[in-house]
């Protein structure tokens, strides 16, 4: 087993960092993401929202982040994998992308959960 070593770690950082800017580049969903992501923080900060309700809406905007990655990964490694259009790939993509669509959507009901009661 290779020994531990805060250069190899911190180089492992600019690898996901590197993942996550090409992500940004590339995905048109991860776009309307990060303008949710900052319209979300934008009314937490003006609507001044409690920590527990922060809390929640990190959770909530983690976890949608979580799925568009994960899913940008698999639909690149998918075409790797077989780029001829394959139906059993077709539908592996389909599922993928319904897990960010779940995501995007629990995180909305969330964030009316959260913001509804500062409105009235």
């Known amino acids: 087993m290779p020994s531990f070593s ?9 690898y996901a960092l590197d993942g996550i800017q090409f992500m940004l580049k590339t995905q ?3 776009w309307i993401h990060l303008a949710i992501t900052m319209l979300t923080t934008s009314l937490g900060l003006i ?4 920590t527990n309700d922060w809390r929640w809406l ?3 905007i983690a ?5 568009e990655t994960i899913n940008t990964a698999f639909e690149f490694l998918c075409d790797v994998v077989s780029p001829d259009l394959h139906h059993s790939v077709k539908k592996a993509k389909d599922i993928a992308a319904g897990a960010v669509l779940i995501c995007a959507i629990g995180a909305a009901i969330l964030g009316i ?6 409105f009235y």
């Not at 250069?7 to 600019?14: A, E």
């Not at 976890?63 to 799925?67: C, I, Q, R, S």
């Not at 959960?113 to 500062?118: E, K, M, S, T, W």
């Open 113 to 118: 959960l959260i913001f509804l009661p500062y």
């Open 47 to 50: 609507k001044n929202i409690n």
């Open 28 to 30: 048109h969903n991860a």
């Open 63 to 67: 976890l949608v982040w979580f799925a």
């Open 6 to 14: 805060i250069k190899k770690r911190l180089k492992s950082f600019s």
């Open 58 to 60: 990190v959770v909530a």
